[in-house]
């Protein structure tokens, strides 16, 4: 754990009356606000973040009985910051998504006041959780593409659904790095309310790939300025595979990143059994660069690596 400044808050620790239940929930809930479990054992769990952790410990039944009421003298609530209120919409979507209820919904996400922007709601012993948004919006900037057959927008709270049950298929997971399987209720909301705030800090930019107003996938340029290169990830539904949407949409992507974003290099990771991304790769004009042997581990077995790049000199749209 990272030194901090002397009065930053160190870690809460809270007695829950059911483990398990209590760390599903929270454990989702952290993750979502960039904690990694830090420490487990029997009777506890808790996620660090820097250098605050929160630690959840199952109450002894002796001391259940008496149960927690946030009106009684005692801890009455948690809050965390978001760094937006894009942030706050789309974890308020993933609460609604996996059937938790919003507090003071009616006032809901100025329940703290005209100037407050945030979302209330309780964990399974009704402690209640605040995560609250800075006063000033973030700027959405994200540009929209179009190629000859496709548009590549951003992404909205309201293509979550569709997100979910198209990425959701065990064969688009099963050749990505960072797609869940099974794609867990709420998961996309969070995915896709995270898409403002990493474009307004120059490192991410992810678009829906859309046909006809349809949506047939993502493209992702992740981006490192300061070394002016970026690094691209896809996918298309499985139903539109074949149709040269991938190439067309990464093509366009490229195109926008070494003349819009001055970008000098753009580069690949394809799990080497993924013949048809190489293949995308190759019909944009990438080379491949190299072959990390045994570099990935997917879900439980190691798989080579093949790495392409394309460098800005050598790219043509023609
Ligand atoms: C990889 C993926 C994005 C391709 O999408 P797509 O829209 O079908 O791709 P395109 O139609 O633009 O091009 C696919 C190319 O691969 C070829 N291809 C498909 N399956 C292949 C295979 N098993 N072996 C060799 N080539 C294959 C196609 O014939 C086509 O090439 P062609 O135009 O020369 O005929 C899609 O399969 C996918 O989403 N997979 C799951 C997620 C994923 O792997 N993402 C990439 C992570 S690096």
């Not at 239940?21 to 454990?27: A, I, K």
């Not at 909205?156 to 065990?170: I, M, T, Y």
């Not at 996918?235 to 991938?246: D, H, P, R, T």
């Not at 990464?250 to 690949?268: G, K, M, N, S, T």
């Amino acid at each position: 754990m990272r030194a901090a400044p002397t009065g930053v808050l160190h870690h809460v620790e809270i007695y829950v009356s059911e483990l398990e239940r209590s760390v599903e929930f929270w454990g989702w809930l952290l993750d979502a606000l960039g904690y990694s479990t830090y420490q487990q054992w029997s009777t506890g769990h808790s996620w660090l973040r820097e250098s605050t952790y929160v630690v959840l410990v199952q109450a002894e039944k002796d001391h259940l009985a008496a149960g927690y009421h946030r009106k009684r003298v005692g801890l009455n609530h948690v809050a965390f910051h978001a760094a937006s209120s894009d942030f706050v919409d789309a974890l308020t979507a993933a609460l609604r998504a996996r059937g938790h209820e919003v507090l003071y919904d009616d006032r809901h996400p100025h329940a703290g006041g005209d100037d407050f922007y945030g979302v209330f709601f309780e964990d399974p012993d009704r402690i209640k959780i605040e995560v609250a948004a800075p006063s000033e919006r973030t700027t959405d900037k994200r540009p929209t593409l179009t190629s000859e057959r496709l548009v590549l927008r951003p992404f909205g709270l309201a293509d979550a659904s569709e997100v979910q049950r198209l990425a959701g298929d065990r064969r688009v997971a099963a050749t990505t790095l960072h797609i869940p399987h099974p794609y867990p209720d709420g998961a996309a909301e969070l995915w896709i309310g995270g898409h403002v705030d990493s474009f307004a800090l120059g490192c991410d930019l992810t678009l829906a790939v859309t046909r006809d107003g349809a949506l047939v996938g993502a493209v992702a340029g992740s981006l490192d300025p300061a070394a002016k290169i970026a690094i691209i990830g896809y996918w298309i539904a499985v139903e539109q595979w074949g149709k040269g949407y991938a190439t067309e949409a990464c093509r366009r992507l490229v195109d926008y990143l070494f003349h819009e974003r001055d970008i000098e290099r753009v580069c690949a990771e394809v799990f080497a059994p993924n013949l048809a991304s190489a293949r995308v790769l190759e019909k944009i004009g990438m080379q491949e660069e190299g072959r990390f042997r045994s570099h990935i581990v997917k879900w439980g077995e190691r798989l080579d690596a093949r790495h392409f790049g394309l460098l800005r000199g050598d790219w043509h749209t023609d």
